[in-house]
């Protein structure tokens, strides 16, 4: 399992991107769950700063930057899709947060 950085601001296209390890396209189209997990997510003025994912296919940890330029989107098109990648972003976040052993549990467990 490797660590990895992708500048989005150098990719082309819509955001999608091959792991650097096994080249499994990565897309913030694919809702389906199957290619990559988010494990965290940085924001700052409402937009992610760094996003960091894993590669389901390999287990590579790809931390995402370049999240700037959507700021400087104005046309409506662009910010539709801006929305949309956030929500599913956060979305993302929420499902792998709510798969987490509760706290509470893990620690009654641990203590007995």
């Known amino acids: 399992m490797g660590d990895f950085v ?6 082309e296209g819509d955001g999608e991107f091959s792991c650097p390890k096994c080249k499994e396209t990565i897309s913030p189209d694919d809702d389906s769950g199957k290619t990559y997990d988010v494990l ?5 003025d409402g937009l ?3 996003v960091t994912i894993e590669c389901k296919k390999c287990g590579s940890v790809i931390n995402l930057f370049g999240f700037e330029a959507l700021k400087e989107v104005n046309h409506s098109e662009s910010r539709s899709f ?3 990648y956030l929500s599913l972003i956060k979305n993302e ?8 052993p509760n706290q509470n549990y893990c620690k009654q467990n641990i203590l007995n």
């Open 6 to 11: 992708i500048n989005l601001t150098e990719t």
């Open 40 to 44: 965290n997510v940085e924001e700052e």
């Open 48 to 50: 992610p700063k760094k």
């Open 82 to 84: 801006t929305e949309d």
């Open 93 to 100: 976040r929420q499902d792998f947060k709510a798969s987490l």
